[in-house]
């Protein structure tokens, strides 16, 4: 029993030790980052703005508007919206503000998305925004976008940041958020990587983004943006992400709706994972690009890191109780990688969140951590339905650093 554990210890060990050292390289290449924006267009792509809409009724009216009024020349661009079980009053008043409204029944973004496109004709667009039901482009957003596509850039990712911080669930995901775009956009670019997709604010030269959703497996797939990620892979086609085109999205504020997300992330995680191992992988090309998107993919979500590291803390400290040596290595090493992985968040965190507000936020890490264990347990192989989680937040955030 004891040798078992001592094996399972060093085996967990390595692990922790591989995927944080991977995390802490990308987090310091991050800071590193530097590109020369391209210059201002004199071209206009034509872009159709699509927003995918989910019974969210009390949102998408405001956000729609406010798509429409972006600055960006008023020729050039459509805003359409994909009513999935949506009221007719809501889809009246949206084709009253004079926004196409795309009626679906697909109960599935990738449905709709892909329901969307097909009625979308080729010559009329060059690219397709797609956004959430909750997403605000800040000013100067489609311009970004533009100037980048016109730079040769088939696909853009824009920086998707916290719209709301209004409690401390909703401030953690804030910081979750600009963390991930720390290490898996700003990093990942500074390698020569492509940035990974985040569900929303992304935009595609059209032709690429049909051939993706036409691709039928996607259609039955809840985690699109990870299904995105593996076909650009496939084809070769790397993502670049704009630190400063900004959209604003609405974080989660309650215990409930974190455990319904996080729970569609883990579902989306494992499936991408086993696809590394699926026939249809066998003729990819296997170089640096094909094994950093295989380890990203078995990297844990960064509160079962917490979790893992807590339940070896109380390891630790029955072993000092007890005196009973009953995992290995020694707890000096373990301690040594925790603090590794918290300089790692610690780099990749904003300054503007060193402040008395995410201290105080902290205090809810236990019960986020609960509730990621909870979602790991409800973890479903092979779900078709989508987890859809309401937006309640209707305020704009106004300023950003």
Request: aromatic share 12%; net charge positive; hydrophobic share 45%.
């Amino acid at each position: 029993m004891v040798t078992f554990l001592y094996i399972a210890g060093l085996v967990l060990f390595i692990y922790l030790f591989c995927s944080i050292t991977y995390l802490l390289v990308i987090a310091i290449a991050g800071l590193m980052y530097k590109e020369d924006a391209p210059p201002q267009s004199p071209v206009f792509a034509r872009i159709a703005i699509l927003i995918p809409s989910y019974r969210d009724d009390h949102i998408i009216t405001a956000t729609a508007a406010e798509a429409l009024h972006h600055d960006y020349p008023a020729d050039k661009f459509d805003v359409v919206v994909v009513a999935d079980s949506l009221n007719h009053a809501t889809i009246y008043a949206l084709r009253n503000q004079g926004i196409r409204v795309i009626e679906v029944n697909a109960h599935m973004k990738s449905r709709s998305i892909n329901a969307a496109l097909s009625t979308l004709p080729d010559d009329k667009y060059d690219l397709v925004m797609l956004l959430d039901a909750d997403n605000i482009m800040k000013p100067g957003c489609l311009r970004m976008v533009n100037n980048y596509f016109q730079a040769g850039h088939m696909a853009i990712q824009c920086h998707r940041t916290a719209k709301n911080e209004n409690n401390n669930v909703a401030l953690l995901d804030a910081i979750s958020e600009e963390i991930n775009n720390h290490l898996f956009r700003l990093g990942q670019q500074s390698l020569g990587f492509s940035a990974a997709p985040s569900g929303s604010g992304m935009a595609f030269e059209i032709r690429l983004l049909k051939s993706i959703f036409n691709w039928k497996p996607i259609l039955e797939n809840p985690g699109e943006d990870r299904e995105i990620d593996m076909q650009m892979l496939k084809r070769g086609i790397r993502m670049h992400f704009i630190p400063d085109a900004w959209v604003l999205d609405e974080k989660v504020a309650s215990h409930d709706v974190f455990e319904k997300q996080r729970l569609r992330w883990l579902e989306a995680q494992w499936y991408h994972l086993r696809m590394f191992w699926e026939p249809e992988m066998k003729g990819i090309r296997k170089d640096r690009h094909y094994y950093n998107k295989l380890v990203q993919n078995m990297l844990l979500p960064r509160s079962l890191y917490l979790v893992v590291f807590s339940a070896i803390t109380v390891l630790v400290i029955i072993r000092y109780l007890t005196g009973w040596e009953m995992f290995f290595p020694v707890p000096g090493w373990w301690l040594s990688l925790m603090l590794f992985f918290l300089l790692t968040l610690a780099i990749a965190m904003p300054s503007r969140y060193y402040s008395s507000p995410t201290f105080k936020a902290l205090l809810s890490l236990p019960t986020l951590m609960l509730s990621m264990i909870k979602a790991l347990v409800r973890v479903k192989k092979g779900r078709k339905e989508f987890l859809h989680t309401p937006k309640t937040f209707t305020g704009m955030k106004q300023s950003q650093e």
